[in-house]
């Protein structure tokens, strides 16, 4: 199981940028998709982003199409998840996962972050 790390979260206003990492401890990181999700008080996890294992491949959801990118260095076993031009409504904790294949799915991820908090002030 890969063990992932997030770091990068804060407070930053309204329009304003974040630049959040994840770091996988696994020698075969470039094997797997790796997902950005995030979950607001009250609301369910919901899809950010995804990478496919070696990059080439990238999702993004529709709130955040635009705005944010995703992006990976396999020779550092970590991903990446840029966010401009953030809003109030992206305030929640983001979450760093890892699965096997290439989806948005929350159940095709297998391994999961711990999480960091983002918070949007208007």
């Known amino acids: 199981q890969v063990q992932l790390v997030e770091s990068g979260g804060g407070l930053v206003q309204a329009g304003g940028s974040l630049r959040l990492s994840c770091a996988g401890s696994?020698?075969?990181?470039?094997?797997?998709?790796m997902g950005w999700f995030r979950q607001a008080p009250g609301k369910e996890r919901e899809f950010v982003a995804a990478?496919?294992?070696?990059?080439?491949?990238?999702l993004y959801a529709d709130s955040v199409k635009g705005r944010f990118t995703i992006s990976r260095d396999n020779s550092k076993n970590s991903v990446y998840l840029q966010m401009n031009s953030l809003k109030p409504e992206d305030t929640a904790v983001y979450y760093c996962?890892?699965?096997?294949?290439?989806?948005?799915?929350?159940?095709?991820?297998?391994?999961w972050g711990q999480g960091t908090q983002v918070t949007v002030s208007s």
């Open positions: 996962a890892a699965g096997p294949n290439f989806s948005s799915r929350p159940g095709a991820f297998v391994s």
């Open positions: 696994i020698r075969t990181f470039s094997s797997y998709c």
């Open positions: 990478i496919s294992g070696s990059g080439r491949n990238t």
